[in-house]
């Protein structure tokens, strides 16, 4: 393992000791040399906690793996990747301050799986909040020796997420570009290739003003009158060496062809532009230098006012396999890319940007033959861009992950390439078009895949699709693969992804207040005695919407507890029994709508080691008076009851304790309509040594109940326990649950990988008290054991 000695690392080498393996941590920077040819069963990157240059190391270490993993045997070697993002390779609860330059990680290792079929290559991102958890050690060492998809996020135990693509029909394609006439947008590689495209797409409207950047000098005038009128390399190569005369080398050949070449295009596209009528300008600098990027925005502003837009097309190529990369090779691709992308984010500074783009690849997403130093650079770009949509929300931030043009820096070799692996080109003018359309948009995610349909090059069309990350089952099944080609970059349709989940607004943590704070152990909660899985007592879904509730109405007297919406758990609040912790939680500002209050609320806590988690987060609803309940259809007759007497579903299939038994009676109505009643939950006082309120807002044990019906209805469907991860929204239509019993319908609505989503109501002889409509809960292998192991372990 390569590694900084941090808690991770060390505790999941212990756990792949504990499997047999003998492990060797060793720091970044000392690759080792000398290993013995096929002696490593494997490599495990374990990526920095702070930002700071490792991706040479990356490579030094690729290249001892690749003479050090055995190509033959019984047993593939393994290359993983160990990242900490958020558990959902930046598309979950990412935090703005996150060092995202572990990314490129994933990069490397895309590619390596392509270049090394003999070896099991996978990335873990595991979320930061976890990492030093011992149990999520235990996964990721799972995980390092079970085989499945290359990329898999680790958000909590129990919790494994896979990045998804799904296409989307570019229905609104239009041609007008989004330019208002106050725009002042930086474009870096606008002056030639692909990015000229979009310059020229955004001209198209003719307003604004285009600040064009590239490394190629203006020609001083009409290019020199022995420059041939072809487009032919070798007509044009042998043009510049009779020009230079006998004595010169071919590389002064090579060098002169390139620069004249790249003025050409140059002069030609500042023509384009300047017909369309737009106000353009070109800087000659490389944005790898600091200082000249410093002085470029500057002039920018003082000429033209402040910059609006950037978009940074900047970008070289050095393909080579791993094993013949040089460092030199990397650094030249990954200054342009990211080094200068910071450059310029770092003068612009605070400047509040329409747009943030950049030009990424389907290389990024997946990986290509030779492309190691381009697939780094770009997933770093696809994660800055992940970052700074999170820190600029008034911004449309947006990773273009191009599949390859017809043309830019895919010269004629690379097409024939291309074509010989069925993969379609983008058309320019299309490619141009389309990067304008997306501009314009604010409903889109921010890493967007797009490539040409392979069906032919004149085929203008390419579908997109959207991606977020998807959970999946246990460690080592058979997992649904997520759509992904079979082969390199640029097969196949365009993705768009973002996160699927929908997740509150990040809050601004100067905007959160804490609302109350109070000692959480078992001693004092005795009812999480109860409520235990893998030894542990697990804080449930339905005590945090009573806090978040709680606190909601705290900050708001007079006024009712009406619901909330995205209650969501992020990371399971559990103690042992001699463990306490810091129970905290948190309100966001409220604001007015639907004539109540709606307001932000988190369930935190603080461990023995001050280290701070965030448990559960809702948008909380407060109103004077409760919501009409909406109607409901009649509970149909009949059904055939639960084939288990309720004792042995408690003993054989949940995990609850006495307290929490409260369901008395099941019922499967229709094939994915259940019944069941349950009991109401004795006083607070009852539970808990010191409660907040002398009666609860909900009723935890009737919602409980009901999580506990679609645990059993879930089973009976697809013979997996769950758990609950989110209700997507809660309604109370009247203040108490009735004294004694309340009926719950549960249906069950789908399954989409392990996620399984209910809707579920609350009912009496009067009607409706509450419901919940897209309660999600995971289905997982694993918690078989988890659920047998229901005895509060002590040491
Ligand atoms: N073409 C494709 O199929 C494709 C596919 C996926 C992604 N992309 C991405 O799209 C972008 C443009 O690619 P392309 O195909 O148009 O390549 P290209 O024809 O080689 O153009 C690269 C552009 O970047 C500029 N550039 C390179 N290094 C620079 C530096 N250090 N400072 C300032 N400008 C610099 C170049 O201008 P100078 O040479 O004048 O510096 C040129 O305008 C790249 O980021 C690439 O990764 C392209």
Redesign the pocket.
């Known amino acids: 393992m390569a590694d900084e000695g941090d808690v991770l690392a060390a505790e999941v080498g212990k756990a792949l000791a504990g499997r047999g393996l003998s492990v060797r941590h060793q720091a970044w920077e000392a690759a080792p040399a000398g290993t013995p040819t096929g002696s490593w069963a494997g490599l495990i990157l374990v990526a920095p906690l702070q930002e700071r240059p490792f991706h040479p190391g990356v490579l030094a270490w690729l290249q001892r793996a690749a003479k050090a993993f055995p190509r033959s045997g019984d047993r593939r070697a393994f290359l993983v990747g160990l990242i900490r993002l958020d558990g959902q390779f930046g598309l979950g609860p990412l935090r703005p301050d996150t060092p995202v330059g572990q990314s490129g990680l994933a990069g490397w290792i895309k590619t390596a799986r392509w270049e090394w079929p003999h070896v099991a290559c996978k990335v873990i991102d595991v979320a930061p909040e976890w990492s030093e958890a011992p149990e999520m050690a235990e996964e990721v060492a799972a995980e390092v020796l079970a085989d499945g998809p290359i990329e898999i996020g680790l958000s909590e135990p129990w919790q494994r997420w896979v990045p998804v693509l799904k296409e989307e029909p570019l229905d609104g394609l239009r041609g007008d570009g989004p330019l208002q006439p106050d725009d002042v947008v930086l474009i870096?590689?606008?002056?030639?290739?692909?990015?000229?495209d979009l310059a020229q797409a955004l001209a198209e409207a003719g307003r604004g003003t285009l600040v064009l950047?590239?490394?190629?000098p203006l020609p001083t005038g009409d290019l020199p009158s022995w420059w041939p009128e072809s487009e032919e390399e070798a007509v044009l190569k042998r043009a510049v060496a009779e020009h230079l005369g006998p004595g010169a080398s071919p590389r002064q050949i090579q060098e002169q062809y390139q620069l004249r070449r790249?003025q050409q295009?140059?002069q030609r596209t500042l023509q384009r532009l300047s017909a369309q009528g737009a106000r353009i300008a070109y800087y000659?600098?490389?944005?790898?230098d600091q200082a000249a990027v410093q002085h470029l925005v500057a002039e920018v502003r003082q000429r033209w006012g402040p910059i609006t837009r950037l978009i940074?097309?900047?970008?070289?190529?050095a393909d080579r396999r791993l094993e013949d990369l040089t460092a030199e090779q990397f650094e030249r691709v990954y200054?342009?890319?990211v080094i200068?992308l910071e450059h310029l984010l770092a003068a612009l500074g605070q400047e509040p940007l329409r747009t943030l783009a950049?030009?990424?690849?389907?290389?990024a997403r997946l990986g290509r033959t030779g492309q190691g130093a381009?697939a780094c650079a770009?997933e770093v770009l696809n994660k800055l861009m992940q970052r700074e949509a999170r820190r600029r929300p008034q911004t449309r931030v947006i990773a273009?992950?191009?599949?390859?043009?017809d043309?830019?820096?895919?010269t004629s070799a690379l097409k024939r390439l291309f074509a010989a692996e069925g993969v379609g080109?983008?058309p320019r003018q299309a490619g141009g078009r389309y990067g304008a359309w997306e501009i314009q948009k604010w409903d889109s995610g921010v890493e967007i895949v797009i490539s040409a349909r392979t069906s032919g090059k004149d085929v203008p069309t390419f579908a997109l699709t959207l991606a977020g990350t998807s959970p999946v089952g246990g460690t080592g099944e058979p997992l649904a693969a997520p759509r992904m080609p079979s082969r390199g970059n640029g097969e196949g349709t365009a993705f768009r992804s973002n996160g699927v989940t929908p997740h509150p607004a990040p809050p601004r943590g100067a905007e959160m207040t804490l609302a109350f704070e109070r000692p959480l152990d078992v001693s004092n909660h005795p009812v999480l005695a109860d409520h235990v899985l893998e030894g542990r007592a697990v804080v449930p879904v339905a005590l945090h919407l009573e806090w978040l509730a709680h606190a909601a109405v705290h900050r708001h007297p007079g006024l009712q507890f009406c619901g909330c919406d995205q209650l969501r758990i992020y990371h399971g609040l559990m103690l042992e029994a001699s463990e306490s912790a810091v129970l905290q939680v948190w309100c966001g500002p409220s604001s007015r709508q639907d004539g109540g209050y709606w307001q932000t609320v988190e369930v935190r806590s603080r461990g023995a080691a001050g280290r701070e988690w965030l448990h559960a987060r809702a948008c909380v609803l407060v109103a004077e008076q409760w919501p009409a309940p909406p109607p409901t259809e009649p509970i149909p007759e009949g059904g055939q009851p639960w084939p288990w007497s309720m004792e042995d579903t408690y003993e054989h299939l949940l995990f609850h304790g006495p307290q929490w038994r409260g369901v008395r009676h099941i019922q499967k109505l229709e094939d994915d309509l259940w019944l069941a009643r349950v009991r109401t939950a004795p006083p607070p006082a009852q539970w808990l040594t010191s409660p907040l309120r002398s009666a609860w807002l909900a009723d935890p044990l009737v919602l409980d109940g009901a999580l506990q019906l679609l645990i059993v209805a879930a089973y009976e469907h697809y013979q997996l326990r769950c758990l609950p991860v989110a209700l997507g929204r809660y309604r109370q239509y009247r203040r108490h649950f009735p004294a004694t019993e309340t009926t719950v319908l549960l249906r069950l609505r789908c399954r989409e990988h392990a996620l399984v989503q209910a809707d579920i109501e609350f009912r009496d002889d009067h009607g409706l008290i509450a419901q919940i409509q897209d309660c999600e809960a995971v289905l997982q292998e694993q918690l078989a054991r988890a659920f047998r192991n229901n005895r509060l372990r002590s040491h």
């Open positions: 870096t590689g606008g002056g030639r290739g692909v990015t000229a950047v590239g490394r190629t790249a295009e140059l000659s600098l490389d944005i790898a940074h097309g900047a970008g070289v190529l200054r342009t890319k200068g950049v030009f990424s690849s389907t290389t381009y770009n273009f992950n191009w599949g390859p043009w043309g830019g820096m895919v080109l983008i």
